[in-house]
C-alpha cells in the first residue's frame, strides 16, 4: 500500500490521482521536488492538486541538496510543518550523500538504490544508518528488471527513453551474466522477483521497497 512517484514521471501523479479517490486512506503516497522551475512551494500545491489529495505521506527532494541549497531543506520542513507533508526527506545516490544527510540535516527519512547486484553504497554504510534510525525507501531492487531474470544475453532496448538504451551490448550481457549467478534465488523464494525483493527486505533498517514495472 506504498507507492512512489514524481512530476518527472510523465502522467503519473494524474493517473495516481485518479486511483486514490475513496481510497485514500488505505495507501501511503511519496513523491519529490525535481527542481522545476516554478519553485518548491508551487510544484508542491500543483502535486497535491494532480493527486488529489491535501497532504503528501512522504515528500522528497529528488536529490541531496549540497550546502548552497539550505534553502530547499528550509522549505521541507516547513512542508512538514503545514500538514501538506508528513515526513520529509530526499533521494540518495552515493555514501557521500548519506553522510551528509546524516551529518547536517533533520529528516525522516530517505531513499536510496540497493539491490543483489548494487549493494554499495547501503552495505558500506549500514552501521550508520542503523545508529540513526531514520526510515529507508530502496529503489532499483530489481535493477531496471534485469533481476526479473526474464532477459537474455543479446537483449536489446531501442527505445531511447528507456535508460537501458544506454547500455552496450557487452554491458547487457555481463547484467545477465551477474544475474544468472544467483540464480539459485529463484528455486528458494519462488521466482526471481520474489528473491530480489526479500534481498533488501531481510535488514530491519528497510522500511519499504519499490518495485518499478515496465510491459517489455
Known amino acids: 500500500n506504498f507507492m512512489d512517484t514524481a512530476r518527472v514521471y510523465a502522467d503519473s501523479e494524474l493517473v495516481i490521482g485518479e486511483f486514490l479517490q475513496g481510497r485514500r486512506d488505505r495507501w501511503h503516497v511519496a ?48 512542508a512538514k510543518k503545514s500538514g501538506k507533508a508528513r515526513a520529509v526527506g530526499v533521494s540518495l545516490y ?39 534510525g531514520l526510515g529507508l525507501i530502496i529503489r532499483s531492487v530489481l535493477r531496471e528488471g534485469f533481476l526479473t531474470g526474464k532477459y537474455k544475453r543479446d537483449a536489446r532496448f531501442t527505445d531511447p527513453a528507456d535508460q537501458r538504451s544506454r547500455l552496450s551490448p557487452e554491458q547487457v550481457a555481463a547484467t545477465v551474466d551477474a544475474v544468472e549467478r544467483i540464480r539459485f534465488r529463484e528455486a528458494e523464494a519462488g521466482s526471481m522477483v520474489a528473491g530480489a525483493a526479500r534481498y533488501p527486505l531481510s535488514f530491519a533498517e528497510v522500511s519499504t521497497v519499490i518495485l518499478g514495472t515496465k510491459n517489455r
Open 31 to 78: 513523491t519529490k521536488f525535481s527542481g522545476q522551475q516554478e519553485g518548491f512551494e508551487a510544484t508542491l500545491d500543483a502535486q497535491l492538486e494532480r493527486l488529489g489529495t491535501d497532504y503528501i505521506d512522504f515528500y522528497q527532494v529528488h536529490w541531496a541538496p549540497g550546502r548552497d541549497e539550505q534553502a530547499l531543506y528550509e522549505a521541507l520542513y516547513r
Open 94 to 132: 552515493s555514501a557521500k550523500d548519506i553522510d551528509y544527510i546524516l551529518d547536517n540535516a533533520e529528516l525522516d527519512g530517505f531513499q536510496l538504490k540497493f539491490s543483489l547486484l548494487d549493494p554499495e553504497p547501503f552495505l558500506m554504510r549500514l552501521g550508520r544508518i542503523r545508529e540513526h
